[in-house]
């Protein structure tokens, strides 16, 4: 697995190969608060970088999760059907959204480094 | 933009200090949530004890002359004079078409042997109240100076009965004066999660000290305005500005149980004639709670569509309800739609279908006859 890296939609991106796994930061769950379902993209979608993906519902409002890299939709984490909760406890690692068969891999690399993310927040 | 800085309720640092999650509420910063987060709080009203900071919301005592009670009447459908004492009163200040201007708590409670009409009413609406008040009232008082407490739940009396005198708050709607720290507080049986529980007005000085002796219970928490909202939707209470506004009267809003009916004869009330006649007629749209058939969310302003696509209703209030897992909605419909009939939202572009369910979602556990 790669180093993770962010977008300034609070995404988290990992790549094996060319595989990019999806989520949501920490940070990104606990401003949404109690999420209670989420929209999961369908399976070979292909999309844009910065496309809306899917939505998360929280008890408070509904969020766009967008693509952080062009490609193609190959898997969903179909846990969050039966418990959209999971992104709540454990955003960053079994909360994983979808994953995506990046079209350029070198997007991947302009993603922002944890560093430059926490920065981001700060701002 | 100065004048929209948003005000603070007496209690804001207390509730940074308790972890409170603030928002942008009618002009105030509100909790949102704590710690525990909405569904947590919400659950915890429900099997035991929350307790709530409204003090946003308006408070204005009123002595009962003449004259002040027959100005009242012009705008609530309610007979002051013969109401008992002691006793809270859902009602509103109505317009001249019937429209609700706001809903409001009003009782009469005695204070230093002076009979005083007691209204609460909601914080979004206390530009547009302040002013008919200070049109019509003579010697009121807005209270500004006091807190707005409430604790909500079935644990709610308990908590209380360890240190106040509850005898005369025995059921729901009673209220009454106690002390509390040597000052007088307004405590009555009431609130809008459909839970038994007790609303407490409390000078500003003691709030904290009131709100400190209640969480030395373990079954207490602080609770935002989060949950305030998903229980009352599940308990199908309307609330201002989603469910009611001005150009919907009582009547529309399945809210006539709340009329004085021998009012609506009386011209000095505002909408009196156009409330008599709704009353006589069919009604044009019905009150109806909503249920997704699949795993969606309702939100407020969604439009109701009919099979073949055309709009017949809307959705006045959507939430995720945390006792029943799923989403839940309140909302508008055309009065000739079938109870059967296939209803649908619109949610980014896909057509859900929606059945028409019964309100309240979650049985009331009020306190009567105790």
């Known amino acids: ?123 | 933009m100065s004048d929209n800085a948003l005000k603070k309720i007496f209690l804001n640092v207390f509730h940074r200090v308790n972890g409170a999650k603030f928002v942008p509420f009618a002009g105030y910063e509100m909790p949102i949530n704590y710690k525990k987060g909405i569904i947590n709080e919400h659950l915890h009203v429900r099997e035991k004890a929350g307790i709530f900071d409204v003090s946003h919301m308006g408070q204005i005592l009123i002595p009962a002359s003449d004259k002040n009670i027959s100005s009242l009447e012009t705008y609530t459908p309610l007979n002051l004079k013969k109401i008992p004492s002691n006793k809270c009163h859902y009602s509103f200040i109505l317009n001249k078409k019937g429209g609700i201007v706001d809903d409001i708590m009003i009782s009469k409670i005695n204070i230093n042997d002076q009979e005083n009409i007691y209204i609460v009413y909601n914080a979004s609406r206390k530009k547009i109240l302040n002013e008919i008040f200070n049109n019509i009232f003579e010697n009121y008082s807005i209270l500004n100076n006091r807190c707005l407490i409430a604790i909500q739940g079935p644990g709610s009396h308990s908590v209380l009965n360890s240190f106040l005198d509850l005898s005369k708050t025995k059921n729901f709607l009673d209220i009454n004066i106690i002390q509390f720290d040597n000052s007088n507080i307004y405590i009555s049986r009431s609130g809008y999660t459909g839970e038994d529980g007790f609303e407490i007005s409390i000078p500003n000085e003691n709030s904290e000290n009131f709100i400190n002796q209640i969480l030395k219970n373990e079954n207490t928490l602080l609770c935002g305005l989060g949950c305030r909202d998903s229980l009352r939707v599940e308990a199908g209470l309307s609330l201002y500005g989603n469910e009611i506004n001005e150009d919907i009267t009582p009547i529309q809003a399945n809210l006539s149980w709340a009329l004085d009916k021998n009012r609506l004869e009386d011209d000095n009330l505002n909408g009196s004639s156009i409330l008599l006649n709704q009353l006589q007629e069919t009604k044009k749209t019905r009150k109806i709670g909503i249920t997704p058939v699949n795993k969606t969310m309702l939100r407020n302003n969604m439009t109701l569509y009919n099979k073949e696509q055309k709009e017949i209703g809307y959705i006045t209030s959507g939430c995720f309800s945390p006792v029943l897992k799923r989403s839940i909605g309140i909302g508008y419909i055309n009065n000739f739609t079938n109870k059967l009939d296939k209803l649908f939202v619109n949610v980014r572009g896909d057509f859900e279908e929606v059945i028409i369910d019964n309100i309240p979602f979650v049985k009331k556990n009020y306190k009567k006859g105790g």
Do not use: R
Not at chain 1, 23 to 47: C, M, R, W
Not at chain 1, 107 to 122: G, I, K, P, R
């Open chain 1, 1 to 123: 697995m790669s180093e993770k890296k962010y977008t300034k939609e609070h995404e988290w991106v990992e790549i094996e190969g060319d595989t990019a796994t999806v989520g949501i930061t920490n940070h990104a769950q606990e401003s949404l608060g109690d999420i209670v379902f989420i929209d999961l993209p369908t399976v070979g979608k292909e999309v844009k970088s910065n496309e809306e993906l899917c939505v998360i519902e929280s008890v408070k409002a509904a969020s766009d999760i967008y693509a952080p890299i062009d490609g193609e939709v190959i898997e969903i984490n179909n846990n969050l059907n039966d418990d959209a909760s999971i992104v709540n406890q454990d955003p960053e690692k079994d909360g994983w959204i979808f994953k995506m068969k990046m079209a350029d891999p070198n997007q991947y690399n302009n993603l922002m480094t944890l560093e430059e993310y926490l920065a981001s927040l700060e701002n």
